[in-house]
């Protein structure tokens, strides 16, 4: 089994900064790819940032130039820089992780349990 275990959410004030990180443990043999997603309410979960071992990254358009993801490859951790917040940037943010497992074939999703960002004056 695989584990994802996220911390660094937080209640901010528009403009500031928080820097969310993940953690995976469990049986990994190899994590291809890495990312953050994130789901306000009312509204469909949507794919915030992602990050290659090799370390391609993607953004969604509207955070781009103020969030900026990163990895440890060696400790199976991902971190989400999060600068000049705004308001809409509120939601539960969800580390993803595609695994692929020690001596088990085939690549699988895990999901981290959300960690709460609120940006408000």
């Known amino acids: 089994q695989v584990q994802l275990v996220e911390s660094g959410g937080g209640l901010v004030q528009p403009g500031g900064s928080l820097r969310p990180s993940c953690a995976a443990s469990?049986?990994?043999?190899?994590?291809?790819?890495m990312g953050w997603y994130r789901q306000a309410p009312g509204k469909q979960r949507e794919l915030v940032a992602g990050a290659t071992s090799g370390g391609i990254t993607n953004y969604a358009d509207s955070v781009k130039g103020r969030f900026t993801i990163s990895r440890d490859n060696a400790n199976n951790k991902v971190y989400l820089q999060m600068n000049s917040l705004k308001l809409e940037d509120t939601a539960v943010y969800y580390c993803?992780?595609?695994?692929?497992?020690?001596?088990?074939?085939?690549?699988?999703?895990?999901w981290g349990q959300g960690t709460q960002v609120t940006v408000s004056s």
């Open positions: 469990g049986n990994i043999f190899s994590i291809p790819s």
């Open positions: 993803n992780a595609e695994v692929q497992r020690r001596r088990l074939p085939g690549v699988y999703a895990y």
